[in-house]
Every structure is written in structure tokens, then in C-alpha cells.
């Protein structure tokens, strides 16, 4: 197929978004064609404000607007728990369910040999004196239950052994082998109350 | 009752574009040699299993300069129409799909059994431990869909643990670095043996039953797991001794920068009167010892699962003598299940001892020349 040189730019672009191929591409590109130059201006300035604008909370990892984000300035969360996941978008998933209210910790990512990533990458030692500076009751692993999630959720488990706080991994009714990101808000809320020790 | 009904093949081996018809209960298949009748057992088992029992290589499959072939079978299950099929591109992943829905390979490995015996199966008893390692997993995989996954998990754990063993960390670091790989080797490894061991113990007796019926009760099969973890029968103290034998290991494993313990080295047994086959059993015994593994496995999944797997019989009436070839016609009349059976010879005259329909169809050159329904009186 022979396209225009500025519309088969278009396309290549957008078959680097995830899941799109090469006909949903085409279907976007059109789909921008058909708008209005101040709508596919509104739509791009979208995407850039929101790069520009967002960028990791010092604290703890998540999506901010600022420094800091808006669960670690939240004076009415429950500073006595910390959840650990892997993405910052487990973070929304969590949320979503309305049932947690304590402070969050991404590590982005999980360890993996084979992708050269170990505990230096997840920067876990700044995890241990977070940990150590809010004086916490309980931390909440909630790595995905995959592999590597597990190996990450079993190293932070010994890690955090001579810390005296109660270290729990939310398990019950996670899909196997997914990703917390497609468990649905009934079976995280779930997997929230059955958390067990570790 | 379970079986094929109809089967195409596009661009597969030898075959450039296929249609075939089965009989519900028998279908012999014969031609000259290297026109295509393992092929077609080859296509059947691919739809059920997703890779084929002569080579690990997809593209090998292609007609087409290795580039595609799609399979298309209908089978019949309980009354039900399934419309399976896998579509080989190069460079794509394999797709599979049943009645419209995509599954990933081997998604559907259960669903769809299909048991074959070839002349290349003598390497089960014959070939080292990894021939013996790939049936236990494919039989234990087709009988319990959480082996599956957890053989998966485990070899991931593997990879990542082996890599950690070639980082060459210091020894404080080794430790904590280790201990999460080593605590999903054990947990995941321990299920795999376990699994095995009971797999084991229920084929023995079918395999060990179709053997000594084979061998007019003079010959007598046993089956052992050897496993380089100790077993025992408390999950939880195997678990214990699995770490302890790990840690003793650990120079080893580091000046060989792998993992020397665990299901993936293990090996499966088989003893006839009480003698390992492996160094000491006749070419005639190996092979029927073979065949007792394999109809074995079809009478246990037919115990378990209330359904008679598709049996693919690949040349295997010339190897045995008169009568291994009436017992074994017998069992797969008792069993109920579909059989194909390739031959470069019609077997006419054994068949029709059995006084029932079959159909017979004759290949030549990746192309059916002749089908006839023949029955018996
Ligand atoms: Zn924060």
C-alpha cells in the first residue's frame, strides 16, 4: 500500500502504541484526518502536557504533578500502612477499589536476572529507610503473582525481617499468573482482606 | 465418544491442500514409503498437542519454503462439533483457535487428546533421561492443567537462577540474591515431582497391565522415578530436604554457573523382571515396553477423564510379531478409541478378524488416491 509520505509517518508512529498494529493505526490516522486542525491540536498538546507535567513523587514512586504526590501529602491517609507494587498504574488499580487508605511505594519493576535487574535497579535500599523513617505497623506486598513478582514479593520479605513491622502479601483470588492491573476491583478489594503474613 | 471427523490440511509437509474424511472407530492408512502417512498422524497430533512428535521446529512442517501451513479439524465430542485449528506463519506467533476463539500453544492440550506411537518412541526407552523428561511432561500436562503452569514458572525460575549463578556476586550478596530463586525452585520443583511420582504410580499399573498381557504374563514392567531431590512423603520435610541438599551444592553450582538439583535432571526408570531396559533389555522388549508407556497413558486418561484419547499407531504393525499384533488389536478394540494406523502393506487380513468397519485409504505422493468403508461381516 502506497501512502502519502506525511500519513505513512503518521501511521508508523502510532503502531508504537501498545497493542495497535498496522490497521488500527490506519484507522486512527484516518480518524485524526477527519477532526478539526484545533481538535488534533487539542489532542497532541494533550499528550505533551501530560509528559511535561508528570513526573515520578520523590517519596514514593507514584504519578505526581509535583514533588511530591498527592497520597504522600494527604494528611488524612493512614500513615501507618505501606503498599508495595510494581507500576505506578497499580497504583490507580488499587485506588480504584476505595478499600485501601495508607501510603504507596513503586518500585518499577521486579527482579529479574535475566533483564539485569536486581535490587540496586529497584533502589530498595531508599525502601528500607523510608520504611524505617515512618515508623510503620504494616507493609503490604503486592507484587504481581507471576514469577518474578513473587521472587521480588520472597526478597523483600527477608529483607524486611529485622525491621519490626508486620510484613503481609495480598494473594487470595489474584488470577494466576496476571497482572494486578487486569484483576477487577471486587477481587482486588478481596485480595486486599485476605492478605497473609509472610 | 470422541473423534475426528474431518480433517484439511494446507500446505503441511507434503500435503499442498487436503481434505479427508475419518471413520469414528478405524482407519488404516498405507502407501509406499515417504508419500506422506506420517504426516498425516503428524497434522493430528499437532492440532492436539501444538507441536509435532518428530521435530521441535514449526517451520520444518511448511511446504511453502517453511512459511505457513493451517490445519483444520472438526472433532466430535460428545455429540459436539469442534472446529480446531492452528495457523503457522514465520516470524508470528502460532495461532490456535477452537470454534472461533484464540488460545495461546497448548492452551488446549487437555481438551483434545490425541496419543501416538511411532518407531521413533524406541528412543523413550533407548535415548537419555531428556526423552524420558518430555513424556513425563507432556502425559502430566495433558492430566492436570496446573502442571502445565507450574512447569512453565519453573523453568523461568530456572533461567533467573541460573543468570544469578553467572553474576559472579560476592558471597554476602550471592545469598540474599539466590534466596528468593532457590525458595520458587523448591516450591515449584517440589510440585513437579510430586505430580510426577503420582502420575507414575497410576501408569505403572495400565502400562504395567498392557505389558504383561503383550508378553502372556511372563514379563513383568515396573516403573521408578529417580530423582536427584529426595522423596519422601510429607510435602513440607521434602521441601526441607531439597534447601539442605541446594546449600551443599552452592561451589558446585557456582563454579558451574548452574542449577544442579531439581526436576529438570531427573529421569524416569523402566524395569522389566526387575532389570533396568535402558542397558539391559532386547530390542523387542524395549519397544514393547515403549508401546506399554504409551497405552498405558491412554487407558489412564481414559480412567480419569471418562474419554478414550485419538490413538495414532505409526508403522508399528511390522515391528511386532503375530501375536503382539493380536493383543494389541485387541486393547485398541476394548478401549473405544479412534485408531490410525499407517502401513506400508494393507492389513486386510488382520483387521478383518476384528468384524467391524473401518475405513481404508490409500496416500500417494501428499495426495489421497483411494478411501473405501470396508466391513467386516
Ligand atoms: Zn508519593
New binding site residues.
Given amino acids: 500500500m502506497v501512502y502519502p509520505g506525511a500519513l505513512k509517518k503518521l501511521v508508523e508512529v502510532l503502531c508504537l502504541f501498545p497493542g495497535i498494529g498496522p490497521k488500527t493505526a490506519q484507522r486512527l490516522a484516518f480518524f485524526l484526518l477527519g477532526r478539526s486542525r484545533e481538535e488534533v491540536v487539542a489532542i497532541a498538546r494533550a499528550m505533551v502536557e501530560a509528559k511535561d507535567r508528570l513526573t515520578f ?1 520523590e ?2 514512586g ?1 504519578l ?1 504533578e509535583a514533588e ?2 498527592d ?2 501529602s494527604d494528611p488524612k491517609r493512614d500513615r501507618s500502612l505501606l503498599c508495595i507494587v510494581q507500576e505506578p498504574r497499580d497504583v490507580l488499580v488499587l485506588e480504584q477499589t476505595g478499600k485501601y487508605r495508607g501510603l ?1 511505594h513503586v518500585l518499577h519493576g521486579a527482579l529479574s536476572p535475566l533483564d539485569g535487574i536486581g535490587p540496586e535497579e529497584l533502589k530498595l535500599d531508599r525502601l528500607v529507610q523510608r520504611i524505617e523513617k515512618l515508623g510503620l505497623e504494616e507493609v503490604i506486598i503486592a507484587t504481581n503473582p507471576n514469577v518474578e513478582g513473587d521472587a521480588t514479593a520472597g526478597y523483600l520479605a527477608r529483607l524486611f525481617n529485622p525491621l519490626p513491622v508486620r510484613v503481609t502479601r495480598i494473594a487470595f483470588g489474584l488470577p494466576v499468573g496476571g497482572d494486578i492491573e487486569y484483576a477487577d476491583e471486587l477481587t482486588l478489594s478481596r485480595a486486599l482482606e485476605g492478605r497473609r503474613e509472610m | 465418544m470422541f473423534y475426528l471427523e474431518r480433517l484439511t490440511l494446507e500446505g503441511f509437509r507434503n500435503y499442498r491442500y487436503q481434505q479427508v474424511h475419518f471413520h469414528p472407530a478405524l482407519n488404516v492408512i498405507t502407501g509406499n514409503n515417504a508419500q506422506g502417512k506420517t504426516n498425516l498422524l503428524e497434522s493430528i497430533f499437532f492440532l492436539s498437542v501444538n507441536r509435532s512428535f518428530r521435530t521441535r521446529k514449526d517451520h520444518e512442517l511448511a511446504y511453502f519454503d517453511g512459511h505457513c501451513f493451517n490445519l483444520k479439524g472438526n472433532f466430535i465430542k460428545e455429540g459436539f462439533n469442534h472446529a480446531v485449528q492452528v495457523e503457522y506463519r514465520s516470524n508470528k506467533r502460532l495461532m490456535m483457535k477452537v470454534n472461533n476463539d484464540h488460545f495461546n500453544r497448548y492452551a488446549q492440550i487437555q481438551n483434545y487428546p490425541v496419543i501416538v506411537f511411532s518407531p521413533d518412541d524406541l528412543q523413550m526407552i533407548s535415548a537419555g533421561p531428556s526423552v524420558r523428561r518430555r513424556f513425563l511432561n507432556l502425559e502430566a500436562s495433558r492430566l492436570d492443567s496446573l502442571y502445565l503452569k507450574e512447569l512453565k514458572d519453573y523453568q523461568r525460575v530456572l533461567n533467573q537462577r541460573n543468570q544469578v549463578l553467572k553474576n559472579y556476586l560476592p558471597r554476602a550478596r550471592l545469598e540474599d540474591t539466590l534466596s528468593p530463586w532457590d525458595q520458587s525452585l523448591v516450591e515449584l520443583g517440589v510440585s513437579l515431582i510430586r505430580a510426577r511420582v503420582a502420575m507414575i504410580k497410576a501408569l505403572e499399573i495400565e502400562a504395567g497391565h498392557f505389558f504383561s498381557e503383550m508378553t502372556e504374563e511372563k514379563e513383568k514392567l515396573s516403573l521408578e522415578y529417580a530423582s536427584t531431590v529426595p522423596y519422601c512423603g510429607d510435602r513440607e520435610e521434602m521441601k526441607e530436604l531439597f534447601y539442605r541438599d541446594l546449600l551443599n551444592k552452592r561451589d558446585q553450582e557456582l563454579r558451574r554457573c548452574s542449577t544442579l538439583l531439581g526436576p529438570h535432571l531427573d529421569d524416569l526408570v523402566v524395569s522389566i523382571n526387575g532389570y533396568n531396559t535402558r542397558p539391559y533389555a532386547s530390542q523387542g522388549q524395549k519397544r514393547t515396553a515403549a508401546l506399554a508407556l504409551k497405552m498405558g497413558e491412554v487407558s489412564l486418561f481414559h480412567h480419569k477423564n471418562d474419554l478414550c484419547p485419538i490413538i495414532l499407531l505409526d508403522d508399528v504393525f511390522s515391528e511386532f510379531d503375530l501375536s503382539r499384533k493380536q493383543q494389541l488389536l485387541d486393547f485398541l478394540n476394548k478401549s473405544g478409541g479412534q485408531c490410525f494406523i499407517t502401513s506400508a502393506v494393507d492389513l486386510q487380513g488382520m483387521v478383518e478378524k476384528l468384524n467391524r468397519t473401518y475405513k481404508h485409504i490409500v496416500i500417494n505422493q501428499g495426495c489421497i488416491r483411494d478411501e473405501t468403508v470396508r466391513t467386516g461381516d
Avoid: I
Wanted: net charge neutral.
Fill in positions: 513523587c517519596h514514593c507514584s505526581a511530591q504526590c497520597y504522600c504507596y
